[in-house]
């Protein structure tokens, strides 16, 4: 295989040799280090093959011998430069092609950024575009290495960030740093965040103010970080209030458990018109650049769809193009009518779904209260819904040692 | 070579085990079958056609008779025959 790629290379001529005593051609080309191969016996004389840089020596010798040499076919690369000086037209347009494909390559057309949650990808892009870095840049006009300091120095919520150059995309790769969340650290107390009615308190650190089965309001104090000075047994009471003592301070911990409620609020219509697929597709495909829309494939009307679209965008030098697939489902209208307790349990399922996204819970509510709230001859039925749930209400707010002092 | 010289030589190759076509330029002959043959340590072509193929040795030459012989490689030292081998013979 080698050998044939190096003959198409070097360029190879088939031989054909005539005279007597051929013999001696063949062993003074060997002496003098000239290949032969395919040494065939014709008619009137032999044909073989030479190399294309031993056909000239190979001429010497046989003009020596008086011998007749004839090149009956010239093969391989050297041979094919003829055959281009004709057809210049192709080798420009060959030529041209391998330099608008460097041309082409050496632009950065797409920069991608990863790992970043909490930066915006925007402002990474932007602070990259302020360093030299964006889509159309040519890539020997930045140092990736300098831009990645620089976007290291200005946002300031990342921790590391690389800049992966391959072929004409750019990949920044960001990692952010993970800021420890703020602990209170002074004195503070467990105050309630809503209403309810406790129904468990676990105090780590504290004086709990409140006990099971109390109503509390939002921003009463659950648990105390105001801890009384523990009565001496050795002061006799009345002498107590005599000393000053000095009440302590901590940081209250633990959980206070607690009945809340919240509500939702649901509706149906007595009577629904409904949108249901028949069933019926039709697809269309379209290419829109930024001149025109190229449409490929048009699409049958329906008189009510619902349209999917998928987009695949491309970034070209010219601009975005995108490659636009939409699927039409056809769709007619379906009346129903509903019974009160219907549209009750339908709007009940309503309220609570929406309770459930408020609250961002999963779990079912084991109990709850319905209450209708339009009149039957409203065309909507609308409903509130109660629910009660246990839930930890406690949250630690701060206070200042010199408000205490006051009291 | 002289008589004597090839005799200390193959005595020198048969005690150091030497393989005799390196110590004694030796022509080495490999034979496929019949349609291929490969000889090393030749001296040159001393006559060729497509049913005759004379070979010169370093001592003697090498006959090939056969049918429609080709040299498919020619080398300084090494060539390869294609073609139908009928018959093979050493002459001095």
Redesign the interface.
């Known amino acids: 295989m080698s050998k044939k790629i190096f003959e198409q290379l070097g360029g190879m001529v088939t031989v054909k040799l005539k005279g007597k005593n ?2 001696k051609v ?2 003074m080309a ?2 003098r ?1 000239i ?7 014709n008619d009137d004389g ?1 044909s ?1 093959r030479v190399r294309q840089s031993g056909f000239n020596a190979l001429q010497s010798i046989s003009a020596e011998g008086g011998f007749e040499l004839e090149a009956t076919r010239r093969q391989g690369l050297p041979f094919f430069k003829q055959v281009l000086k004709r057809r210049m037209g192709f080798l420009a347009g060959a030529l041209f092609f391998v330099a608008a494909l460097y041309f082409l390559s050496s632009f950065i057309w797409f920069i991608e950024v990863s790992g970043n949650r909490v930066v915006g990808e925007e402002r990474i892009l932007d602070n990259a575009r302020r360093l030299g870095v964006y889509s159309g840049v040519t890539k020997w006009s930045f140092s990736a290495r300098e831009v990645e300091d620089a976007l290291l120095r200005d946002i300031s919520e990342i921790s590391y960030v690389r800049i992966n150059i391959k072929g004409v995309k750019a990949r920044i790769e960001i990692v952010e740093k993970v800021l420890p969340t703020q602990e209170i650290t002074g004195p503070c107390h467990i105050v309630a965040v809503r209403d309810g009615v406790v129904d468990d308190i676990l105090v780590l650190n504290g004086q709990a103010a409140v006990k099971p089965g109390d109503v509390v309001v939002k921003g009463d104090i659950l648990i105390s970080g105001l801890l009384d000075p523990p009565s001496s047994p050795y002061v006799p009471e009345s002498e107590e209030e005599k000393i000053n003592k000095k009440a302590s301070l901590v940081r209250a911990r633990g959980s206070v458990m607690a009945q809340v409620w919240y509500e939702g609020y649901g509706e149906c219509a007595m009577m629904s018109e409904k949108l249901v697929l028949t069933g019926e597709k039709s697809h269309m495909a379209y290419i829109e650049t930024p001149w025109r829309k190229l449409v490929i494939k048009k699409a049958t009307e329906f008189a009510m769809s619902q349209n999917s679209t998928a987009v695949k965008t491309f970034n070209t030098p010219w601009g975005e193009c995108s490659l636009v697939l939409v699927t039409a489902m056809e769709q007619s209208v379906q009346r129903e009518e509903h019974s009160e307790n219907e549209a009750v349990n339908i709007a009940r399922e309503r309220a609570l779904k929406n309770l459930a996204e408020l609250l961002n819970t999963t779990q079912p509510f084991n109990d709850c209260r319905v209450e209708v709230l339009s009149s039957p001859s409203d065309p909507i039925l609308r409903v509130k819904v109660a629910v009660e749930i246990i839930e930890d209400i406690g949250q630690p707010q701060p206070f200042a040692p010199q408000q205490m002092a006051k009291k | 070579m002289s008589k004597r010289r090839e005799a200390i030589s193959r005595a020198v190759a048969d005690l150091l085990e030497i393989p005799k076509d390196l110590a004694l330029d030796l022509p080495r002959v490999t034979l496929v079958g019949k349609g291929e043959l490969y000889i090393e340590n030749h001296r040159g072509i001393i006559e060729y056609s497509s049913e005759r193929l004379r070979i010169n040795l370093n001592r003697g030459y090498i006959e090939i008779e056969g049918r429609d012989l080709e040299i498919s490689v020619l080398m300084p030292d090494e060539l390869v025959i294609v073609g139908e081998v009928r018959s093979l013979r050493y002459l001095d």
């Open positions: 051929l013999e063949i062993n060997m002496a280090g290949f032969l191969w395919n040494i065939k016996k032999i073989f």
